[in-house]
């Protein structure tokens, strides 16, 4: 769902949206004299080679002009009033804090933080002025002064200054999700020069996309924090001065968001014709065929279908046929989700990279496609799908370039056509392939006794499944089936989210189902993924474990980048890197977003080039709903 805003980070297009700002609590706010911080908003002129512009992009280029009205994918006039009401797929919440590592936050709390700056989702990695109308940067790159808009708000209506922003900073760093403090390592001090100015100081040789992570932060407000603990989880409301506050909730049912009639920045550019609905709710069910008949039922007004075969049968129900209910398709111009069965290489029986890639072969993708998900996917590849940042043929010579110092520790895949899944013969059980797995498992040490795989330490190979909800059963069962005909036993579970949340962060698990989502200009979110450090610190998104210094080394050279040539020639080499690894087993990709709703909804008359849009830029419509006899709660 990627329109729906996460409750804590999972990618970097979504920490920018939904993570923290942080800094080093070392890091103080800088004292004034008298003992305060200037409170003119008299902006001092800029420093002898200092820039200033009204955005940031990862390598600069800005669409949009200083002086644009509104992006071009919003109906300016676009009525306010009425519900959007989504589901999740979680089944209850225990926490409004969706910035630290405990507890189960609710869905959609960044609704109620505003930020420095404001992506526009016409455009792959832009940001315009939302708190911040303007930003300076020193001629070295390394200090980004942020010039604040006076009449920036809490909703409690107390003024939103720097010293706000810069305790935001060094409160997440030091108390904030590990995915967070991560990210910003590199960030070396934030503080308030004026009310109205921040200054954000960055380490030599910091990565590409610190500034664009640091900008779109959530502010929190340093008054309300000073006699509350922000690590620690709550049911306490926290306050915002974003577009949202938080509304009526019930743990395990629902939690919902009411609209800020008097937001004090409705008529930025950047939120002109957005944020339109009186209240956004989601509703929680935690089963999903439950889920899929409360949609039926008017339980909730809009759904994004994430099941082909639902949506090729399940939508023959009479608000459909009577076009009460409209399903839909929409491109997709994003790199899709790198979906798949991810390996826990931490444990022993999947450290040898020939066993895990053996384990691939058994999997029947065509079969399954064909059978199961009425054909209505591709297999994905690689770990920048559909992009030009995905590997292709034998590595060129810029690639070479990276790789070639680790030759001697990287498999000599790497090197050769890249690797790509097996393709069967749809049978179900190809022989051929079961036979290829059969050799790796032996190539690997391992050995038959009569129907059980011994590994070569003489255990059987045994492993689990995880999950968190029944969506997959269909698919893992029989890859299960031919799993048992290598002599592997593996089982499936479902167990509750908050369980599922626990046991993915400390990585108790065998193998589960991920869905890494990477953007076009990929930064951070690489180490996050892929790196050494992330394989270590609890509640990362490294769950495979992968570490590997050649890994390390080219994410580095993808974080330092300086032009888009280098930073596809980088990505093209961690992917086939990554290939090689067999780290998990590649799941599937739809090129579009199947959405059904309720036709009680208004929109603009194209939508966002990166986003379908129907949290941001959709509107209520009174006579449709009126039309369709849909009262809404």
């Given amino acids: 769902m990627a329109d729906i805003p996460f409750a804590y980070p999972l990618s970097r297009r979504r920490l920018i949206r939904a993570g923290a700002l942080g800094a080093a609590a070392a890091f103080a706010p800088q004292a004034f004299a008298k003992g305060?911080?200037?409170?003119?908003?008299?902006?001092?002129?800029?420093?002898?080679?200092?820039?200033?512009?009204?955005?940031?992009?990862?390598?600069?280029?800005?669409?949009?002009?200083?002086?644009?009205?509104?992006?071009?994918?919003?109906?300016?006039?676009?009525?306010?009033?009425g519900q959007l009401i989504l589901t999740t797929q979680a089944s209850t919440f225990d926490s409004l804090n969706g910035y630290i590592l405990r507890g189960t936050p609710a869905q959609g709390v960044s609704l109620v933080f505003d930020s420095l700056l404001s992506q526009s989702y016409d455009e792959r990695d832009a940001y315009y002025g939302l708190v911040a109308r303007a930003v300076r940067i020193s001629a070295d790159k390394l200090t980004y002064r942020f010039l604040l808009r006076p009449e920036a708000r809490f909703h409690d209506g107390s003024k939103l200054t720097a010293e706000d922003c810069a305790f935001s900073l060094n409160i997440l760093k030091s108390k904030g999700h590990p995915i967070i403090a991560q990210m910003l390592r590199d960030l070396v001090s934030a503080e308030p020069e004026a009310d109205d100015v921040l200054a954000v100081r960055f380490a030599p040789g910091r990565t590409r996309d610190l500034p664009l992570i640091v900008a779109g932060q959530p502010i929190f407000s340093k008054a309300y924090y000073a006699n509350r603990a922000f690590d620690e989880t709550t049911l306490e409301p926290p306050l915002g001065s974003g577009a949202y506050k938080i509304g009526a909730f019930e743990q395990g049912r629902f939690n919902a968001f009411d609209r800020v009639a008097d937001y004090w920045g409705k008529?930025?550019?950047?939120?002109?014709?957005?944020?339109?609905?009186?209240?956004?709710?989601?509703?929680?069910?935690?089963?999903?065929?439950?889920?899929?008949?409360?949609?039926?039922?008017?339980?909730?007004?809009?759904?994004?279908?994430?099941?082909?075969?639902?949506?090729?049968?399940g939508y023959d129900f009479p608000a459909v046929r009577d076009k009460r209910v409209i399903k839909e398709t929409f491109p997709s111009r994003r790199i899709p989700g790198i979906q798949g069965w991810y390996f826990n290489t931490r444990r022993p029986m999947f450290k040898d990279a020939r066993i895990r890639e053996a384990l691939g072969y058994a999997f029947d993708f065509e079969w399954a496609s064909h059978n199961l998900m009425y054909d209505a996917y591709k297999r994905v590849t690689s770990y920048f799908e559909n992009s030009e940042l995905a590997a292709t043929g034998t590595p060129d010579a810029a690639e070479l370039v990276l790789l070639e110092p680790y030759r001697a520790e990287l498999p000599a895949a790497v090197f050769g056509p890249v690797p790509l899944p097996p393709v069967s013969d749809g049978s179900g059980q190809d022989r051929n392939l079961l036979r290829k797995a059969n050799d790796l498992l032996l190539a690997a040490g391992c050995t038959r006794k009569g129907d059980v795989l011994l590994l070569p330490d003489g255990k059987p190979l045994e492993f689990e499944f995880l999950d968190r909800y029944n969506l997959f059963e269909r698919i893992t069962l029989p890859f299960i089936k031919n799993l048992r005909l290598l002599g592997v036993k593996a089982t499936f579970r479902v167990i509750d989210s908050a369980q599922y949340k626990q046991r993915l962060e400390t990585f108790d698990f065998d193998v589960t189902v991920d869905n890494l989502v990477v953007s076009h200009s990929p930064g951070e979110e690489l180490r996050n993924y892929f790196g050494s450090d992330a394989a270590r610190f609890h509640g990362s998104r490294n769950l495979a474990g992968i570490s590997d210094k050649a890994v390390d080394a080219l994410i580095d050279k993808a974080l330092k980048a300086e032009s888009r040539a280098e930073l596809v020639t980088a990505c093209r080499a961690l992917d086939r890197t990554l290939r090689a690894g067999h780290y998990q087993i590649f799941h599937w990709y739809t090129p579009v977003e199947r959405i059904a709703h309720w036709d009680v909804f208004g929109r603009p008359e194209r939508p966002p080039k990166y986003e379908v849009g129907y949290i941001s830029t959709w509107w209520w419509d009174e006579d449709r709903a009126r039309k369709i006899n849909f009262a809404g709660r």
């Avoid at 950047?270 to 009186?278: A, H, S």
């Avoid at 209240?279 to 065929?289: A, P, T």
């Fill in 267 to 313: 008529d930025l550019p950047v939120n002109v014709g957005q944020n339109n609905f009186d209240q956004i709710r989601f509703e929680y069910f935690g089963d999903s065929n439950v889920a899929f008949e409360g949609f039926k039922a008017g339980a909730y007004t809009l759904r994004v279908e994430d099941t082909a075969r639902i949506w090729a049968t």
């Fill in 36 to 81: 305060g911080v200037k409170t003119a908003d008299a902006t001092p002129a800029p420093a002898p080679g200092e820039i200033e512009t009204h955005g940031l992009s990862t390598f600069g280029d800005l669409a949009e002009p200083a002086n644009f009205k509104q992006y071009g994918y919003v109906a300016p006039d676009a009525p306010k009033g």
